[in-house]
């Protein structure tokens, strides 16, 4: 086992620099206010600094260290989660009370274990906060570490860094994190040149080389100079990563971090949005969360023929208090391929364009049904080709447009009311779904409004259901989240009697599901203030909103609003023998479909309009070439064959090359190429031998080869020594018939080392 590295005398500088480091990490996310009390963060931060600083500046082997500092650790973070929870329980004596503390904090561990471990949805801050606290711990620990043995630069500084940009990206509320990252960038640089300085000290008294000590201030100041500069970088970092170029490589290679950010917002969706992120601003889980606080910042501009929400996501699941996009297949979309569902009769297409404010974003918003857009894209489908969510293959940057085409429903009352109830299986195994923890009086409450209304068909039950949560729940958007565990529907019913929109659809959803009928949720934007003299609809922030769809036989998917904070959709009540409204519905409908101005018509390209993209909805879109599926994975795994082994071939045309003199032929060629290979081969050649002798070392080697390898030594001495020609020609081709040898042996003595690395991990893991 290696010799315990022996820890330095800590240098304060260094440490308040890297405390500084650190902390700037932890306080962004304070000033971030994910979540109530995030200063918690910088305190956690300040006593790990502290605590690491003594435990690193002792004597004690790393393992031993390790162990005080994590049991230090898992005191304080317990102290903090257990002064965090807002469902304290309090005993007769501390020691009751904190025995009563800590069952609780278990009880907060369990659940939110549970939801994370069977796919569930996490809505405990708590948990965000301990983990957090944990990360800060670790952060802190290694830093100070690497500090005060001066090892592992990146080390020490790359992990807050790493915490802190990324804090950057998402968060994107009022408070500016710019002057934290200028702050770190400075107190790296200094702290590089700190470091630097200290083991060139360390290096000059060990060999005894004779220095001023204001040297160390020099080597200061000159960083100085550095952290100013890098303070001018700062200011435009922020934008140089935001642009588009950078943000569209990012998104290219993060499939692996989307999965992430879902998974993310599944086990944490009671954080607090702020502003606009550079992030999509709809995830894949809506849960039942508390107050939320939506700025007037502009989203969206729409040019529309007719008002009409912006859809971003579908949600089918509802489980733990959250609705979630679930079973969704990837399927990537050409511009202008329709992608048509079952849509349904009494349809018509409408083409939008959008104009998009989000920083970054890829999300693609349409009126409910859209069928297609005018960009390359890439699909989360549903069975049955029914779109969960639309995003951009790269970013758009800010103020880019596009245009989506929609098949909005013109579906009449009396032709909604006669659809009846043969749901295809696939839509009555998918949207009839609700968990078995449901409480009972919810279903209850929903015969109860239905029985009481008199309403047979599932349009007048659905609408009945509309009207009782819109005239019964209160509009409020600042109420607390339901405890964990608790149902979010039920919370609302029965506890609060108020919510805002998510609350609103997910328990009209619920509800319809309980009485038989295929309800979902979608999530995106209402559809905004029209502006008549630019003939669009301004959207912002606050125009956040959820709303619900129910599925109608031969009529498709049709939206509800249960929300009393919006206006109620208008339809038609009947349509004539031809397939039009009455005249008194037509002069209603005309006002929109939400009761607001439409703005003028207007002409749209004809490539990429309806007609041309789309045809008919009834169109069955064929793809261009269609072969059998194990004939496209074998070409693909062939153009991937052919690509890996052409690169293969570069790189190993560019290792033999490199250090090779470009006018070298002959003989001087190939013997450079032949010592060149001499690091694959593992062989240290003494500078004092011949090339013959150097030659024989080789050819040891690789035996099979030895005469080749001794005729291109005495090529090389006969033409550098002697002055004889060598004719290139066959000096090459000798090369050819020997490099590969040379490539395999040189595997097969490395072989033995890479075989022992995963042993030689292992070991340094268990010390």
Known sequence: MPAQAKPKPLDYLAFALISVIVFSAAWGIAVADWVPRLDLIGLTTVVALCIGALIATRPWRQRFAVAVMAAYGVLWITLVAISYIPDKVYGFTWLDTLRHLLVRLGEHIYIWGEAALSGGVGTDNTIFLVILSAIFWLVAYVAVRCTVLRRHLWGAVAPAGIILLVNMYYYGGERSLLPLLVIYLSAVLLYMARLYTLNQEQQWQFQRVRFNPEIKRDFLQLGGVIAIAAVLFGTIAPTFAGAPQISGLWREISGPIRWMEDTFSRLFTGLQPHGLPYANPFGRTLALAGQRNLGDELVLEVRAPEASYWQAVVYDHYEDGAFQSSSTQSLDVAAGQAIVPSLGSSR?????????????????????????INRPSKAENFSGNETALWSMLTPLSDGESYQAVSAVSQASIKQLRAAGQRYPAEIRERYLQLPDSLPGRVRTLARDIVTKAGATSPYDQAAALELWLRVNIKYNDQINAPAPGRDGVDYMLFETEEGYCDYYASAFAVMARSLGIPARIVTGFAQGQFDSQRGLYVVRQYHAHTWAEIYFPNYGWIQFEPTASQPSIVRP??????????????????????????????????????????????????????????????????????????????????????????????GAWAYARLSRMTRWLRLNLSTADTPYEQAKTIGAAVPKRRDEIDQLADFYVRERYGCAEIDAAETRSIWQRIHWSLWQTGVKRRLPHILSLPKQAWRRIRR
Do not use: C, H
Request: glycine fraction near 10%; proline fraction near 9%.
């Open 573 to 666: 009540e009947d349509v004539n023998s031809a397939g039009n409204t009455n005249a008194s519905d037509r002069e209603q409908n005309d006002r929109g479909r939400f009761g607001g101005r439409e703005p003028e018509d207007q002409e749209f390209d004809p490539n990429t309009g309806p007609a041309s993209m789309l045809g008919t909805l009834e169109a069955v879109v064929t793809p261009p070439l269609a072969l059998p599926t194990p004939v496209l994975v074998a070409a693909a795994l062939a153009g991937l064959a052919l690509l890996m082994a052409s690169g293969g071939f570069l790189a190993i045309g560019w290792y033999e090359q490199r250090g090779v003199p470009k006018q070298a032929s002959g």
């Open 348 to 372: 018509s297409l409408i083409t939008q364009t959008f104009y998009v404010f989000f920083p970054n974003s890829t999300q693609i918003f349409a009126a409910p049904q859209p069928v297609s």
